[in-house]
């Protein structure tokens, strides 16, 4: 199973529960919607992983997502869009994206800067390139299969490897799983089983029922949630125990302790000289 946080493996990407965060918060950092993301690194390059079925509602969002992006300070850096996983698009979503991408042009087009399209071998992916080379034909956009191609010409070769294992958590695990994990990401204080659900919009039975088809527990999600953001906490400050047991909920340093001798067989400060 994938780590928790979000479905993100720790101290590669920190999910933002808000746009604006997305784009002034340090480090690499993810906002994942139901059936997209993007995402952005320091080193100047961001994009977005599309997957599923596409329907109208994601289409509406995706785009005011992307005009977001398009009149931001990270408008004018390299991007890769990463359509491999779409399964379908409806003919609405399909018309919309297509009036949006046309209606929307000239105000994107010179804000933009280098996009990689990366495709696979399907007719939901070939369609949506298609719409995407029609609509936005004199962009500086290029067409991949492979993903080291895409990165490197962009102009980031070193990021596949993150983006890589980005995508990988986010498609790997079964819906609920990754609604679950994003749903996890976007609030500080732990969610109980009744808040998740609510947060979810189905009922707490429905719920321990579906993860645990899935393989899963709300018990096991919340656990690698925990751990996952210690991990980060652990690596990229100073707090002490006690500081990072009291950003996480846990009732003391030792709960902390005992936690990551049950989920990670070490110590907390060991964890932490290791990942320094």
């Not at 994942?32 to 509602?57: N, Y």
């Not at 962009?139 to 070193?158: C, D, I, N, S």
């Amino acid at each position: 199973m994938p780590y928790g946080e979000g479905a993100l493996p720790p101290s590669h990407f920190t999910p933002t529960a808000s746009l604006a965060r997305f784009f002034t918060a340090p480090g690499n950092r993810v906002r994942v919607r139901r059936r997209f993301c993007v995402w952005r690194l320091p080193s100047g390059v961001h994009g977005s992983i599309a997957w599923g079925k596409a329907t109208d509602e994601d289409v509406i969002e995706m785009c005011e997502v992307f005009d977001a992006v398009m009149h931001s300070p990270i408008a004018h850096q390299p991007s890769i869009m990463d359509i491999r996983a779409v399964e379908s698009v409806s003919v609405v979503a399909f018309d919309r994206l297509m009036e949006t991408l046309t209606e929307r042009r000239p105000a994107w087009r010179p804000r933009a800067g280098r996009q990689a399209i990366l495709h696979g071998a399907t007719f939901p992916a070939a369609l949506v390139l298609g719409a995407l080379q029609i609509a936005a034909a004199d962009y500086p956009l290029e067409v991949f299969e492979h993903e080291r191609e895409a990165f490197a010409w962009a102009g980031a070769p070193a990021a596949q490897r993150e983006v890589a294992a980005l995508r990988a958590s986010l498609l790997e695990p079964p819906d609920i799983v990754r609604r679950v994990r994003v749903a996890l990401a976007e609030h500080d204080a732990p969610l109980s089983l009744r808040g998740l659900s609510r947060s979810l919009g189905v009922s707490p039975r429905s719920l321990q029922r579906h993860l645990a088809t899935a393989g899963s527990s709300v018990r096991a999600e919340r656990t690698a949630h925990v751990v996952a953001r210690a991990e980060r906490l652990l690596a990229g400050t100073d707090l002490d125990l006690a500081a990072i047991a009291a950003m996480l909920g846990l009732s003391s340093a030792g709960h902390l302790v005992s936690l990551f001798r049950a989920e990670r067989q070490t110590t907390p400060d060991a964890w932490r000289r290791a990942a320094r």
